[in-house]
């Protein structure tokens, strides 16, 4: 069933996350057009435990989501190359029992950030 949406305007196509059974490495993301035909997986199972919401980045050609029982924030392209974590809060067992280490909600703030090195800015 799929948990987190988002959909990519321009290209008429939803985006899902399949979260998967929580205690298995076997999340997905998937890509399907509007009618539901072209059912397409980006993200494969094994590359993300239980993916959670999804936010979109047209603007460089991303997608970020939450994977909670992983414990990680992550990103790929649109076309699910390119998979990063960003951040990872635990990696055994026990942590992933631990609620709070759960990643689970995701939002984006696309404006230019100032490069934080050089003071003169941008």
Known sequence: MPDGVAVDVEAGAPLLTNMGVPSRNDGSIERVDLDGRNRKTIVPEGATFTPKQLQLDKRHGKLYWCDREGM???????DGSGIETLVQTGSTEADRLDQTKWCV????????????????GP
């Open 105 to 120: 909600g995701i939002a984006l703030d696309p404006r230019p950030q100032p490069d934080l090195l050089d003071p003169e």
């Open 72 to 78: 990680r924030v992550m990103r790929a392209h649109l």
